[in-house]
């Protein structure tokens, strides 16, 4: 039998957190390369589907993890210091070895990795990745890092780790300090919300060890994995940020019938806004044209013991037997205002298509005024910091169809967050709300906007 504690790295990746650094390299490069998501990359690498390494223990996915968020949320600030080093733009394999130095370069900087451990280690990956002739490069360049690490203390970490498309964009709708406040937030870890099922969330806090947000929702702290908490099995609560809880909120709000009646949820999957809805007593027809993300609607709906009927459609094209008594429509988005749980997302190589994007959630709006009865309520929502998704489409739209008539959300009906109300009735959270450093409220929440409309005659 070997024993793998005489092994080299080389001959062992698993000797010296090698294999965690393998996949970490694995990710960011599948992320920012070739232009896949965090989640997408990550499972690719459990699974072994980037043909290069099989699964890992929890320890080393844990690590691994650790590593590709870092460097995610500090590239800006890593960038900047590695752009001192650099002599040319790297390109071709050069930018295989640019992501080596990136994951070096954010163990040593922010992660407390000595940097002979986060050299070498880089070496053992540039030969396991066929990058061996950068080692050179990388070692010299790892050293230059490691001896200038007390500068980043002076880098502007909140502008530099907002690329500067996101800068601008939150400059231009909110000011360059609030600008500042959201590159603040995006740095730091989101805390789990919770919303409970039935109306006992003060008991779930006491059970969960967690603390009762003003909105209603339970938040935890270093909660670890949810599927292992109290409550998670037996279908007690589900996960949901605090800000994504409010669209159903103030849908019920204006239901003429709170409690009963036919709802329909537009883009609905992975469906939290559905077990909302459900939960609340209402008929719930859920609407979305992802197969996959159905699925895991309806594993969270059966965990949860709630009913809906779950349709796989093109939600421009899906018509109702009948005039729903009210309908949320929760477009998809830029998701901009979940970067500090999607740290890769800013950063992803290829992006997204902006005009097409606006363009649809223009068109979803249109068509979802016609699925209500007239005078019935309709919300708007999209999980996006940027104004072209949510005031410009309701304006829009608006000028458009004139039965899209807009219901404004009274202050009294967000005393629980006066800070989110916005001229004209419109709602906007940013994560940089709740950024307080203790209390029950520290921690912020997800970027949304959310209008809501009836329909007029
Ligand atoms: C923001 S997510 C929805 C999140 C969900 N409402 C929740 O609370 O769990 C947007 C969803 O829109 C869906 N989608 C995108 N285009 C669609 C279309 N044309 N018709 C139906 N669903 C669509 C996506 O599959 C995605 O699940």
Same mark, same amino acid.
């Given at each position: 039998?070997?024993?793998?504690?005489q092994?080299?790295?080389?001959?062992?990746?698993?000797?010296?957190?090698?294999?965690?650094?393998?996949?970490?390299?694995?990710?960011?490069?599948?992320?920012?390369?070739?232009?896949?998501?965090?989640?997408?990359?990550?499972d690719?690498?459990?699974?072994? #589907?980037?043909?290069? %390494?099989?699964?890992?223990?929890?320890?080393?996915?844990?690590?691994?993890?650790?590593?590709?968020?870092?460097?995610?949320?500090?590239?800006?600030?890593?960038?900047?210091?590695?752009?001192?080093?650099l002599?040319r733009?790297?390109?071709?394999?050069?930018?295989?070895?640019?992501?080596?130095?990136?994951?070096?370069?954010?163990?040593?900087?922010?992660?407390?990795?000595?940097?002979?451990?986060?050299?070498?280690?880089?070496?053992?990956?540039?030969?396991?990745?066929?990058?061996? =002739?950068?080692?050179?490069?990388?070692?010299?360049?790892?050293?230059?890092?490691?001896?200038?690490? %007390?500068?980043?203390?002076?880098? +502007?970490a909140?502008?530099?780790?907002?690329?500067?498309?996101?800068?601008?964009?939150?400059? +231009?709708?909110y =000011?360059?300090?609030?600008?500042?406040?959201?590159?603040?937030?995006?740095?730091?870890?989101?805390?789990?919300?919770?919303?409970?099922? =039935?109306?006992?969330a003060?008991?779930?806090?006491?059970?969960?060890?967690?603390?009762?947000?003003?909105?209603?929702?339970?938040?935890?702290?270093?909660?670890?994995?949810?599927r #292992?908490?109290?409550?998670?099995?037996?279908?007690?609560?589900?996960? %949901?940020?605090?800000?994504?809880?409010?669209?159903?909120?103030l849908?019920?709000?204006?239901?003429?019938?709170?409690?009963?009646?036919?709802v329909?949820?537009? !883009?609905?999957?992975?469906?939290g806004?559905?077990? %909302?809805?459900?939960?609340a007593?209402?008929?719930?027809?859920s609407?979305?044209?992802?197969?996959?993300?159905?699925?895991?609607?309806?594993?969270?709906?059966?965990?949860?013991s &709630?009913?809906?009927?779950?349709?796989?459609?093109?939600?421009?094209?899906?018509?109702?037997?009948?005039?729903?008594?009210?309908?949320?429509?929760?477009?998809? !988005?830029?998701a901009?205002?979940?970067?500090?749980?999607?740290?890769?997302?800013?950063w992803?190589?290829?992006?997204?298509?902006?005009?097409?994007?606006?363009?649809?959630?223009?068109?979803?709006?249109?068509?979802?005024?016609?699925?209500? #009865?007239p005078?019935?309520?309709?919300?708007?929502a999209?999980?996006? &910091?940027?104004?072209?998704?949510?005031?410009e489409?309701?304006?829009?739209?608006?000028?458009?169809?004139?039965?899209?008539?807009?219901?404004?959300?009274?202050?009294?009906?967000?005393?629980?967050?006066?800070e989110?109300?916005?001229?004209?009735?419109?709602?906007?959270?940013?994560?940089?709300?709740?950024?307080?450093?203790?209390?029950?409220?520290?921690? =912020?929440?997800?970027?949304?906007?959310?209008?809501?409309?009836?329909?007029?005659?």
């Amino acid at each position: 039998m070997i024993d793998k504690t005489q092994q080299t790295p080389e001959q062992n990746p698993r000797a010296d957190g090698i294999a965690a650094r393998l996949r970490a390299f694995d990710v960011l490069d599948l992320v920012l390369e070739q232009g896949k998501t965090l989640e997408e990359a990550f499972d690719a690498a459990q699974r072994g #589907k980037t043909g290069k %390494q099989g699964p890992h223990s929890d320890r080393d996915s844990a690590h691994a993890r650790m590593m590709v968020l870092t460097v995610l949320r500090r590239l800006g600030q890593i960038d900047a210091l590695l752009n001192r080093f650099l002599t040319r733009k790297p390109s071709g394999k050069g930018r295989a070895a640019l992501t080596l130095l990136r994951l070096g370069a954010g163990q040593i900087l922010f992660m407390e990795t000595p940097p002979h451990a986060a050299g070498s280690t880089a070496l053992a990956v540039a030969d396991k990745r066929n990058l061996a =002739g950068f080692k050179g490069l990388v070692n010299a360049v790892l050293r230059k890092v490691a001896a200038a690490a %007390q500068s980043v203390q002076t880098q +502007d970490a909140a502008r530099l780790n907002m690329p500067d498309w996101l800068w601008k964009a939150c400059a +231009d709708a909110y =000011g360059k300090p609030v600008a500042r406040e959201l590159g603040v937030a995006h740095l730091v870890e989101a805390p789990l919300d919770l919303t409970v099922k =039935g109306d006992d969330a003060s008991a779930w806090v006491e059970k969960l060890g967690g603390a009762l947000l003003p909105t209603g929702s339970v938040r935890l702290w270093n909660a670890g994995d949810v599927r #292992k908490l109290p409550g998670y099995r037996d279908g007690a609560w589900w996960v %949901q940020d605090a800000a994504a809880a409010l669209p159903v909120k103030l849908l019920i709000g204006a239901m003429d019938n709170p409690g009963s009646g036919h709802v329909g949820d537009l !883009c609905a999957a992975p469906g939290g806004k559905t077990a %909302q809805l459900a939960a609340a007593g209402y008929t719930v027809t859920s609407v979305d044209n992802s197969a996959p993300r159905l699925d895991r609607l309806r594993e969270n709906l059966e965990r949860l013991s &709630l009913k809906a009927k779950v349709v796989q459609a093109d939600a421009l094209s899906w018509k109702p037997d009948e005039l729903l008594d009210g309908l949320l429509l929760d477009a998809p !988005c830029s998701a901009t205002g979940t970067v500090r749980r999607h740290p890769d997302l800013p950063w992803r190589k290829g992006g997204w298509d902006r005009d097409k994007l606006t363009a649809l959630q223009k068109s979803l709006l249109l068509h979802s005024v016609q699925l209500v #009865k007239p005078g019935a309520p309709l919300v708007y929502a999209t999980c996006s &910091l940027l104004p072209e998704e949510g005031e410009e489409v309701v304006e829009a739209a608006m000028a458009e169809d004139p039965t899209l008539v807009l219901d404004p959300v009274g202050a009294d009906e967000l005393t629980y967050l006066p800070e989110a109300s916005r001229e004209g009735g419109l709602v906007r959270t940013l994560p940089s709300f709740w950024q307080q450093r203790s209390g029950n409220r520290r921690g =912020g929440m997800d970027g949304f906007f959310i209008a809501r409309f009836r329909r007029g005659v």
